[in-house]
């Protein structure tokens, strides 16, 4: 394996939904490049795998118990940690349906964590990147954030909140030397997929995979860890001139539908 460059060295990171997925690549890539790593989780057993795995790899690690739904959750969890370097707000969850399935019920559980969640981090998390002189923000958006994609009503509704949060952020803060931005993944082939596909789909998992990938240009989904490569560049020194933009990391979904 090609050894990483090692440009968080000495510095604290904070990954929202780091136990899986997308986020769990994130917490790793960071730490395999000298971040310490506190994976704020809601599933204990996901965190704590995820902050062994990056131990065993001979990196920094430790799980963080939050409901990122919860303020006072979030508050507890961000009281935990000293110094804030980069910040991740990646935790997130999805839902299928129009404006006419989706019900109240549908639409505040969405709200509550990709919406709220991400203020949350950013209410929280602002002040200890200020206290620290200035850091990083990266939001997972998603290509849904500019694009209509049929029956992902409040799913979109909600990651278009997270692109104008992001927006935002960075106007405000940009005077304290925090750079705010965002990535927007379109499908990325995570065990939620393989999850989602094998409770919805049963016996035709093959089939339905093979159509979930061809349904984007490139003609594959992404990879957790390509979505993680971004986010690492995003936080870095490297992207020193970089604040306030949205990142399509979508294998040519947006420009080539």
Known sequence: MTKLA???????AVVTGGGSGIGRAIAERLAAE????AIFELRAEAGAEAAAAIRAAGGSARVIACDV???????AAFAQVEKLDVLVNNAGIAHVGDVLTTTPEDLDRIYAVNVKGVYH???F??????ANGGGAIVNIASTVSKIAVKDRFAYGMSKGAVLTMTLSVARDFVDKKIRCNCVCPARVHTPFVDGYVAKNYPGREAETMAQLAAAQPIGRMGEPREVAALVAFLA???AGFVTGSAYDIDGGVIALR
């Open 6 to 12: 090692q440009r968080f060295v000495r510095k604290q």
């Open 34 to 37: 000298g971040a310490s790593v």
């Open 69 to 75: 739904a919860n303020t006072e959750s979030v508050r």
């Open 121 to 123: 981090g950013l209410h």
């Open 125 to 130: 998390g602002v002040p200890k990147l200020i």
């Open 236 to 238: 870095s020194d490297e």
